[in-house]
């Protein structure tokens, strides 16, 4: 009799499918629905909404500050948790609140608190067959990339608050809607530089610190290049908070094949008392690249908060700076040829007695018994007519390629390094460490001390560095005095740090000079407290290369 009544029922639907009576939509496969709704400021809560539809305002500047998320499972076995990063809070998992689920709120009633960004996860043991997609509007961002299956959507660091909110869950690996998205990366976070100098060196680097990625593609092994069929690509980070500095040297390392160039640029955020946020326009540190004539200058390079000093960034007016935030513009002349870039560093220097940055190192390694590295010793002096007077830097950094194995003439370096636009021509530090490490090298400007110093030669790494002084106290110039150097006085000039030693209860530095008349006076040693005050005198400048 049941088999009976089955077969009648198969043959009726049958029947009113081929009469279309009955839509096959009726008998397909229903899929899990959400639906979700907000606490705006100044509104309260809104009705809730389904399946992709928006959550929030638009174009009210209006914060919402709760969420509820409910499912329709459609006979699935499912459910749905979420956690919000709330003001003054953080991530609600971290209190005692912990995770919300199915229909409960996330954020806070009556307190006036932002929510920042948004955590989404499905549960249960059809979770696999499904993904959960979301995508926030957040305060100066605009609509954000679709984030997924708990990852982060929205802002942390920034104090931006979420104005919108998306939800939609589709089956396992298909795409979330298209829609308008304003920044390609879901979340975006502010993280803090320790100590006075910060460095991006790999793909988890460039990925995890991404603001938005325009044309561009950071690939496996840590470089940022263009797309395929792209012929400009810009990278542009996060915004970094820093220590209070009002000077900064920005160093990359980059490969730029015929055809290619990059251009460098940062902008700084002025240090107030309140929370508003003062920004300088973006500086560019010029165009590189190891086939052009490269050149400071371009671009923008003086704003009312700070203009650039060739290859440094100088807040004007007394005042500091305390965020950062980088991008990379990215160009060929040809498809399918790119420049790429390796590695981007920022080093900060605060002038201002007792406000000094100090250096944070991560390890503590045996700093007795130094040796005294041999590197080889150039004159630059002995080199070029037409330029030896102008080329200690490329001849530093000469002795230093020459100490790794590289063989390189003063001459080659100095006209690898050349800036097309600055007055010093062969002085520009960042295109100094620049060239370095065009031939395969980590190489980068940094604000260091003498224990830095040391660290480095303890890892049979030589340091170029400059310093200002003069020597003899007869000299009439108001520069430090250091005996036995080569040149009368000079106001800027770049040595080698080779080594450390001690005689007769004195400390010394061993110095390659480049300044010397010949090769054979250029290793010198200089008194550990009168380099130090030369070094001081030209702001403790190094070139790291190694």
Not at 491 to 505: D, T
């Amino acid at each position: 009799m049941k088999k009976n009544i089955r077969q009648s029922l198969v043959l009726l639907i049958s029947l009113m499918l081929l009469a279309g009576i009955l839509p096959g939509s009726a008998i397909a496969e229903s899929s899990p629905s959400v639906s979700y709704c907000t606490h705006v400021q100044n509104v309260g809560w809104q009705e809730f909404v389904v399946d992709g539809e928006m959550s929030g305002t638009s174009g009210a500047s209006l914060r919402l500050e709760g969420i509820k998320v409910k499912l329709d499972t459609q006979g699935d076995n499912l459910g749905i948790t979420y956690q919000t990063h709330i003001q003054n809070i953080g991530w609600e998992a971290d209190t005692v609140n912990g995770w919300k689920s199915n229909g409960k709120m996330s954020g806070t009633e009556g307190l006036g608190y932002r929510l920042e960004a948004i955590q989404i996860k499905l549960t249960g043991t059809d979770a696999n067959q499904f993904d959960v997609y979301y995508q926030v509007h957040a305060q100066n961002m605009g609509w954000m990339g679709w984030a997924k299956n708990g990852e982060s959507a929205g802002t942390a660091g920034y104090s931006y608050r979420l104005e919108g909110i998306h939800i939609v869950i589709v089956k396992k690996g298909e795409n979330p809607p298209a829609g308008t998205i304003d920044q390609v990366l879901p979340f975006a976070e502010r993280k803090s530089v320790s100590g006075n100098l910060f460095i991006q060196s790999n793909a988890r680097d460039f990925t995890d610190n991404a603001m938005a990625l325009g044309n561009v593609t950071i690939n496996g092994d840590g470089a940022i290049t263009l797309q395929a069929e792209a012929l400009q690509g810009v990278y542009t980070s996060n915004v970094f908070n820093t220590s209070n500095f009002n000077k900064m040297v920005v160093s990359w390392s980059s490969d730029t094949p015929p055809g290619t160039l990059i251009q460098v640029e940062a902008r700084v955020c002025e240090n107030t008392t309140d929370s508003s946020e003062n920004w300088s326009d973006w500086l560019s540190w010029g165009q590189w690249g190891t086939y052009i004539s490269s050149t400071s200058g371009t671009g923008i390079t003086d704003s009312p908060l700070a203009y650039l000093n060739v290859d440094t960034l100088v807040l004007k007016n007394d005042k500091t700076a305390n965020k950062i935030q980088y991008r990379v513009i990215l160009l060929s002349n040809t498809t399918g040829i790119t420049p790429s870039i390796r590695l981007i560093s920022a080093a900060f220097r605060n002038t201002f007695p007792g406000h000094e940055i100090s250096k944070v190192y991560p390890d503590h390694p045996d700093l007795s018994n130094l040796a005294i590295l041999n590197v080889p010793q150039l004159s630059q002096m002995v080199r070029d007519p037409a330029i030896a007077d102008s080329i200690c830097s490329p001849t530093s950094v000469a002795m230093i390629l020459n100490y790794y194995g590289t063989s390189v003439t003063p001459e080659t370096v100095a006209w690898g390094v050349y800036d097309n636009n600055a007055q010093e021509d062969f002085g520009n530090w960042s295109f100094n460490t620049a060239y370095a490490a065009s031939l395969g090298y980590t190489a980068y400007v940094d604000y260091s001390t003498i224990d830095g110093l040391k660290r480095e030669i303890a890892a049979g790494h030589p340091v170029a560095v400059a310093v200002a002084y003069k020597n003899s106290a007869g000299v009439n110039t108001n520069l430090p005095v250091v005996d036995g150097a080569p040149i009368t006085s000079t106001y800027g000039h770049l040595i080698v740090v080779c080594g450390f030693s001690s005689e007769n209860g004195s400390d010394y530095l061993i110095i390659n000079d480049p300044a010397a008349a010949n090769n054979a006076g250029v290793r010198v040693k200089y008194r550990l407290d009168q380099f130090s005050s030369a070094w001081a005198e030209s702001g403790n400048i190094a070139y790291i290369i190694h």
